[in-house]
């Protein structure tokens, strides 16, 4: 496990995501950067970040996003109708993620990624 990459769903613009990557670098802990709103996440890599966070997708949209609150807001969704939802508009994914192995975090605050350490 600790030979294990590390990889974080990361938004540049993102403050927590940033700090979760500095964290890292202080460590000299080499990371592996997925910038997801470039390359989105599957469904399926989507249901296995799910499955290492130990959460619900409802747990990992942000609500505070322009989309959330045009399309999202007030209605109640099911698991799969959220996964859709984030596989259709990745900027509702919560970041940072951060997963190494068969364990995943998210970074908020930023210094829950060390718990994978």
């Known amino acids: 496990m600790n030979d294990a990459p590390i ?6 613009r993102c403050s927590k995501s ?10 000299g802990v080499d990371v592996e950067l ?3 709103l470039k390359t989105p ?10 499955r290492k966070l130990g959460m619900p997708p409802a747990a990992i949209v942000r609500r505070g996003e322009a989309i959330f609150k045009e399309r ?3 209605r109640s969704l099911t698991d799969d109708e959220w ?4 596989a259709t508009h990745p900027i509702l994914i919560e970041r940072p993620i951060v997963v190494r192995g068969d364990r995943a975090v998210l970074g908020r ?9």
Request: net charge negative; charged share 25%; aromatic share 8%.
């Open 7 to 12: 990889r974080i769903y990361h938004n540049n």
């Open 18 to 27: 940033r700090a979760a990557c500095q964290l890292f670098a202080e460590r």
């Open 34 to 36: 997925v910038e997801y």
């Open 41 to 50: 996440p599957t469904l399926e890599e989507l249901r296995q970040l799910l």
């Open 72 to 74: 999202y807001a007030g």
């Open 83 to 86: 996964l859709e939802a984030l």
């Open 109 to 117: 605050p930023p210094e829950r990624a060390l718990d994978l350490l």
